[in-house]
């Protein structure tokens, strides 16, 4: 079944530092996709970063990049030089393509504290 | 600016009551998504259509039922309001089908029911 897992609540960050939001998910289609969102405490969900299946690369977006372990099922959100503004809830989603229902579903989300 | 627009932005309403959530999605995109998401919790999976038809049902209540038209905006109606159906409601959409894009999502709607 279609699932995703963030184990961490909360985590703090020291601003300029890099840091690491873990998210593993659990599908049986072998096509998939799996995106970050941020929200912010004004409560708008704005997307991050997009990773396909069958991409190679793991994909980078300015300070954001995804580092995706297809054999381990981890598609982990790295924020580099982190600022005061990344202070959100992140959420990890994942879309089956194959299963035919195109259905995002999320995980329960990090809050991300920076101090400064 | 996601494109989404989601109406109204705030409600308040009483136990017992009905109300509807409406949702215009972006230019051209076919599916919409229905998630909820109560207070510091996640997004809950609501229901999905596509091009007018329902496609997915997540864990949404009886009480809840919602519908896509022809023009492609989607309506989500709570009834028999209870404390607890409080929460903030998004509605997203996409272009459906296999393009693997993101979902872009509105302002969501906030629900509080006193």
């Known amino acids: 079944a279609q699932k995703i897992t963030q184990t961490q609540p909360g985590m703090f960050v020291q601003e300029k530092e890099a840091v690491t939001l873990d998210c593993t998910y659990d599908?049986?289609?072998?096509?998939?996709?799996l995106f970050w969102y941020k929200q912010p405490s004004s409560g708008e969900m704005i997307f991050l970063i997009y990773?396909?299946?069958?991409?190679?690369q793991n994909a980078t977006e300015g300070r954001y990049s995804l580092n995706f372990q297809k054999a381990r099922k981890s598609a982990n959100l790295v924020i580099s030089a982190s600022q005061l503004g990344d202070s959100a809830m992140y959420f990890c989603?994942?879309?089956?393509?194959?299963?035919?229902?195109?259905?995002?579903?999320f995980g329960t989300g990090t809050r991300l504290k920076v101090l400064a | 600016d996601s494109g989404v627009t989601q109406t109204p932005k705030h409600l308040i309403t009483a136990t017992g009551q009905r109300v509807t959530l409406r949702c215009s999605p972006r230019?051209?995109?076919?599916?919409v998504y229905w998630y909820q998401q109560s207070l510091d919790q996640g997004l809950q999976f609501l229901i999905q259509?596509?091009?007018?038809?329902?496609?997915a049902k997540g864990n949404i209540l009886e009480r809840f039922s919602a519908q896509q038209f022809p023009d492609l905006h989607s309506e989500l109606n709570l009834s028999s309001l209870e404390l607890g159906d409080s929460a903030l409601y998004f509605c997203?959409?996409?272009?459906?089908?296999?393009?693997?894009?993101?979902?872009?999502f509105g302002q969501g709607t906030r629900l509080t029911v006193v």
């Open positions: 989603a994942m879309r089956e393509i194959t299963s035919g229902t195109y259905k995002y579903i």
């Open positions: 230019s051209g995109d076919l599916s």
């Open positions: 259509y596509y091009n007018g038809e329902e496609r």
């Open positions: 997203a959409s996409s272009p459906g089908g296999t393009a693997n894009t993101e979902a872009f």
């Open positions: 599908t049986s289609d072998p096509s998939y996709g």
């Open positions: 990773q396909g299946s069958y991409d190679q």
